[in-house]
C-alpha cells in the first residue's frame, strides 16, 4: 500500500499548531500520538521529521507493513496499538509494539502476557457504553487493572474514545475516566482526538491521538483504486 501524498512541511506546521493549541488550554505535558492509520509509510516519516514519535495504529497488518516499509527507522517510531485487538494478531506484534492502547479484557491481557511480558498498556474504557464499541465497562476497569498488574504487564494508564457527535457529548466520559486515573494512581489519560481535543485537554488529557488534523482526510480505506481516488 501507498497511501496519500503526506507533504513533511505541512505536516509540521501542522504540529506546531497543534502544540500551541494545547499550551492554551493546559499546563500539563501533553504528549502527540500521530495516527496515521489509512497513511502510507510517508505520514510517518513526516511524523518524525516534525519530531513526533510515538505512530497510532489501528490495524495489525496495515502497522506490520509500515513497520517493514521503516527499517531503517525502527528505532524512533514507537508504535501504540489504539484499534480493536483480536487475540490473534498479539503474537505478531508483540515484538513492534511499544504500548498497547487497547487493553479491555482478561483474554487479551493473557495472551499479551505470555507474547510480551511486562509490556506497556493502557486500559481501554467503554465511555458510551454502546456494547458493539470497544473498551471495558467503566465499573470493571478497576479490576481489569488490577489483572494486567498482576500478570506483570506495565499499566500506565487508561484510555477512551469519545462518542461521535458535537464535542460536548464527550465531556462527562472523560471526565469519569481521569477521575478513574487518580482513583488508580495512573498516570496516563490517553483521551482526545480531532474531532474533541479541548474538551479533552480541559478535562485533563495527557495523551491526545491525531489524525486528521495532521495528515488531512483520511483515504478511503481498501479503496480499489487507491487511497485517493
Ligand atoms: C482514528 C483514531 C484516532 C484519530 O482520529 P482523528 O479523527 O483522525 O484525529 C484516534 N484514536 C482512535 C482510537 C482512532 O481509531
Not at 6 to 31: F, N
Request: glycine share 10%.
Amino acid at each position: 500500500m501507498t497511501g496519500a501524498e503526506v507533504d513533511p512541511e505541512v505536516v509540521s506546521a501542522r504540529v506546531r499548531a497543534l502544540r500551541s493549541r494545547i499550551a492554551a488550554v493546559t499546563d500539563l505535558e501533553v504528549r502527540i500520538v500521530a495516527v496515521t492509520k489509512g497513511f502510507g509509510a510517508g505520514a510517518v516519516r513526516a511524523a518524525l521529521a516534525a519530531g513526533i514519535h510515538d505512530i497510532g495504529e489501528n490495524y495489525a497488518q496495515e502497522l506490520l507493513d509500515k513497520h517493514a516499509a521503516l527499517a531503517e527507522l525502527a528505532r524512533e517510531v514507537r508504535w501504540q496499538f489504539i484499534g480493536r485487538l483480536q487475540r490473534n494478531k498479539v503474537r505478531a506484534l508483540a515484538s513492534v509494539v511499544s504500548c498497547w492502547q487497547t487493553i479491555d479484557r482478561d483474554e487479551l491481557a493473557a495472551e499479551l502476557s505470555r507474547r510480551a511480558p511486562g509490556a506497556a498498556v493502557l486500559v481501554q474504557l467503554n465511555l458510551s457504553g454502546e456494547p458493539q464499541k470497544g473498551g471495558c465497562p467503566i465499573d470493571e476497569a478497576p479490576r481489569l487493572v488490577a489483572r494486567c498488574s498482576q500478570l506483570g504487564l506495565e499499566v500506565r494508564g487508561l484510555m477512551g474514545v469519545g462518542p461521535a457527535g458535537p464535542p460536548e457529548r464527550a465531556r462527562p466520559g472523560f471526565r469519569r475516566l481521569v477521575a478513574l486515573a487518580d482513583e488508580l494512581g495512573l498516570p496516563e489519560r490517553s483521551i482526545g482526538m480531532t474531532a474533541d481535543l479541548e474538551v479533552a485537554l480541559e478535562e485533563g488529557s495527557t495523551m491526545v491521538r491525531v489524525g486528521r488534523e495532521l495528515f488531512g482526510p483520511r483515504p478511503v480505506r481498501g479503496g480499489a483504486a487507491g487511497p485517493l481516488a
